[in-house]
């Protein structure tokens, strides 16, 4: 071993911006300079022939942006060194002796690649320290961050933007809307189907969408995001019964289950079940909670489960557009795997998915699949979060709701009216435009393998 | 109750381990998977690539195998993503593989899919089932145990209540239930919930949590604004190194009531954070548990314990809010 030669380099860079290998071995570059590079390894290692150093190319300031460039910022530039001297030294200072290298590179591309990721890991790390998420974006995507600064003046103005202009396609697929709240479980009870349908388009600023769409066959009851806005058991049973007359087919929407509800869903799905038995019928239920599954495993037959969005997991978010790297990654989740939906179906029953329209092409397997449009959910808390604004002041301390009174029946969360989100109930959602005009599209759904379409216009 | 912490680099490891630390939680990531998959399908719930919360490379993994050898405390590795691809399980169930050799037994694990893979594939690691999977009940854990869990880590929005229940249920299935419960406790307290949490967490933008909002009508002047409390900010609470225990979110109160449902591990969140501040994190935690093992009472334990560590008053953040 010769004695320390000094680098004088970045210590610490971290690894998913600079990888390394001598020769087959993953290594950490713990300092990066023009001239050489060091890393450490717990075994001495003899003789390297070469080493190959991996610059990521992401995280550009100002030289944006087209999505195609986008796509392709995330790979690595891949420098291989097979002239060099290296320099061994034993440090102490881990807590055990480990071997530390010091490897001195003479090569115009591998300087090239440090020097300009040493200049961009400390614009990035200035951009951290000095920036607002907002100003940090706009400098590495281009995302508008004085759009930030743009608010509805309240949600009923922003369903105005959002549905007045809208035009749809024609088709037969099947049409739900969901009834996720007390106040549209009341409406419903106090008028006629096709009146509620009139009603609803209306007050959700959305009559042009609603004149195009036919008479819906099947509602969700339920709210899939908050265990407080599933209907009272009387409600629900007359719900149930005046879809039955209304020639309505009903999917019941579950929540997540905190542990203290267990024994009175219990009790409610031995109710529904004896309520099929009756009527040699069976119902759906939209599942997002794998303890409610488990529950349904011992009722199968008459309560049909279906996986419902909570459960079924994937990227959301309304600045997706904005997202570095190669997004049609985002194309698939774990339920493209076979294996995983043949473990729901042999143990659970699984029948149905349902997704969410969520603004970028997804590829749906060969099942049943509905589709909830044009809303989709980014982020959830069984803690709400309106409450939390309500009842103590901010939005951070949060309490699970006891006695809710329903804020969010008169307030929501208004967002920047360029990232088209809102705060509803404990939860954020964003619109998927696309799924607005083009609801109805049959044969773009059909192609898709949706045989299912479900309003929700929150 | 042993302290979890979270370590972003093997350079923490010793220090960690001398304030006090018991075990320690980190992610892994090989080059090969950030090559193909870069932030946009990430291998673990720390979605970054430009800030030091992975322990980087083959290499360090061996000598943090090393460290773990020497001083004992051993470290659990994070796949919690809540959701992989397809091709990706099999490259998964090859890393785990591959730190398995390396001496690394037990892994953090969200998505119910890869507990699936690897129970069909026939490898036996130990199981800490993430704070990140879903909401947590009895029945729930019914389903989960099926795919061999050791432990359980709750989510950060629990009722004593409902612990002590899952627990309980646990427990009486004996060899076929989780032995281990571990419970949040100091920072991060995020404003939603981790399994529920979809939006992205990267290096070029912010949480979407965190984007502006405002609190709005559904109509115009449906109801009025309620007047929002006023918080209190105090800046003797910090040191001077402008430090506050929990200023993102803390437990240490609960400890009493976390120790009574047979909570066994409390979880310290904070890879990547200023390490001077996690150290600190550590020995407050650990001088939280000295008290507590000589408090006779919940009140006598919260009274030393605001005394000791919280003299000018808390970040008021509490993951187990009191009524």
Redesign the interface.
């Given at each position: 071993m010769s004695g320390k030669r000094e680098l004088h380099g970045v210590s610490?860079i971290?690894?998913?911006?600079v990888?390394?290998?001598?020769d087959g071995?993953?290594?950490?570059v713990t300092e990066l300079a023009e001239s050489g590079f060091c890393?450490?390894?717990?075994?001495e290692i003899g003789k390297v022939g070469k080493f190959r150093v991996?610059f990521?190319d992401?995280?550009r300031c100002g030289e944006m942006i087209g999505a195609e460039d986008r796509k392709n910022e995330?790979?690595?530039t891949e420098v291989e060194i097979g002239s060099f001297e290296m320099d061994a030294r034993v440090e102490d200072?881990?807590?055990?002796p480990?071997y530390v290298y010091s490897v001195f590179v003479d090569q115009e591309k591998y300087r090239e690649c440090a020097r300009e990721l040493i200049l961009r890991?400390d614009k990035?790390v200035r951009l951290?320290l000095e920036c607002?998420?907002?100003e940090?974006?706009e400098a590495?995507?281009g995302?508008p961050a004085e759009k930030?600064?743009w608010?509805?003046?309240?949600?009923?103005?922003q369903k105005a933007d959002w549905f007045s202009e809208r035009k749809a396609g024609n088709g037969d697929i099947e049409l739900a809307v969901e009834l996720d709240r007390p106040e549209l479980y009341e409406r419903y009870l106090s008028m006629k189907f096709c009146d509620f349908m009139g009603w609803y388009w209306n007050v959700n600023r959305a009559e042009k969408l609603g004149e195009q769409l036919p008479i819906p066959g099947r509602i969700y009851v339920g709210n899939a995001?908050c265990h407080l806005l599933f209907p009272e058991k009387k409600i629900l049973f007359k719900i149930l019964e005046k879809a039955e007359s209304e020639d309505l087919e009903v999917t019941i929407t579950s929540s997540?289950?905190?542990?203290?509800?267990?024994e009175s869903v219990e009790k409610l799905l031995d109710e529904l079940a004896e309520w099929c038995k009756i009527r040699k019928t069976s119902l759906e239920i939209a599942v997002n909670?794998?303890?409610?599954?488990?529950?349904l495993k011992d009722r199968n037959g008459f309560l049909v489960p279906c996986m419902g969005t909570?459960?079924n997991?994937?990227?959301?978010?309304?600045?997706?557009g904005?997202?570095?790297?190669?997004?049609g990654?985002?194309l698939?989740?774990?339920?493209?795997?076979?294996?995983?939906r043949e473990?729901l179906r042999d143990?659970f029953g699984i029948q149905r998915y349902e997704w969410e329209s969520c603004g970028y092409r997804q590829e749906f397997p060969e099942e049943k699949n509905s589709i909830h449009v044009p809303f989709y959910?980014?982020?959830?808390?069984?803690?709400c979060?309106l409450y939390a604004?309500?009842k103590?002041?901010?939005?951070?301390?949060?309490?699970?709701p006891?006695d809710c009174p329903g804020y969010c029946?008169?307030?929501?969360?208004?967002?920047?009216k360029h990232?088209k989100m809102v705060?509803r109930y404990n939860?954020?959602f964003a619109l998927d435009e696309s799924a607005v005009f083009g609801m109805m599209n049959m044969d773009s759904w059909k192609e898709q393998k949706i045989d299912r379409v479900v309003v929700n216009l929150l | 109750m042993k302290i979890t912490a979270g370590l972003g680099s093997i350079d923490e490891y010793v220090r960690y381990v001398e304030a006090g630390a018991d075990e320690f939680f980190c992610g892994y990531v090989p080059y090969e998977w950030n090559r193909k998959y870069g932030t946009v399908l990430p291998l673990n719930r720390r979605e970054v690539l430009g800030v030091n919360v992975q322990i980087g490379a083959e290499s360090e993994l061996k000598i943090l195998a090393a460290l773990v050898k020497k001083y004992g405390k051993p470290v659990h590795l994070t796949f919690n993503s809540l959701y992989y691809t397809p091709e990706q399980y099999p490259e998964i169930a090859d890393i785990i593989c591959r730190c398995m050799e390396l001496g690394f037994s037990s892994f953090i694990i969200a998505d119910p899919a890869l507990l699936i893979y690897l129970k069909n594939r026939g490898i036996s690691c130990e199981i800490h089932l993430s704070g990140e999977t879903a909401e947590v009940n009895s029945r729930m854990m019914d389903a989960f145990d099926r795919l061999n869990v050791y432990r359980l880590i709750f989510h950060r929005k629990n009722s004593f209540a409902d612990m002590e229940s899952v627990i309980r249920h646990e427990r009486e299935k004996g060899s076929g239930g989780a032995c281990e419960f571990e419970a949040f406790v100091l920072n991060e307290l995020c404003q939603f919930s981790g399994a529920f949490c979809n939006s992205l967490h990267c290096d070029e933008m912010g949480y979407l949590c965190r984007v502006p909002y405002r609190i709005g009508e559904i109509k115009e002047n449906s109801l009025r604004n309620k007047e929002k409390e006023e918080l209190e900010y105090d800046e003797r609470k910090y040191d001077s190194d402008g430090y506050l225990c929990g200023e993102t979110g803390c437990g240490l109160c609960a400890l009493y009531q976390l120790q009574r449902v047979g909570i066994t591990h409390l979880k310290l969140v904070g890879r990547g954070n200023y390490v001077d501040f996690m150290e600190k994190d550590i020995r407050n935690l650990k001088t939280a548990l000295d008290i507590l093992e000589n408090s006779g009472t919940e009140e006598e334990y919260i009274e030393k314990i605001k005394r000791k560590v919280f003299p000018y008053g808390c970040s008021g953040l509490c993951y187990y809010r009191k009524k």
């Open positions: 610490m971290p690894f998913g911006l990888a390394g290998f001598a071995q993953e290594i950490r890393f450490r390894t717990v075994d991996c990521y992401g995280l995330t790979t690595y200072g881990l807590g055990i480990v890991y990035f951290k607002e998420d907002g940090l974006a590495l995507t995302y930030d600064e608010f509805a003046e309240d949600f009923e103005e995001f997540y289950l905190r542990e203290f509800m267990l909670d794998w303890g409610m599954l488990e529950l909570l459960l997991k994937r990227k959301k978010d309304p600045r997706m904005y997202k570095q790297g190669d997004t990654l985002f698939e989740n774990s339920l493209n795997a076979d294996f995983y473990y143990m959910q980014t982020n959830t808390s069984q803690y979060t604004v309500c103590n002041g901010e939005r951070g301390r949060q309490e699970l006891e029946g008169e307030k929501v969360f208004l967002y920047p990232l705060g939860s954020l | -």
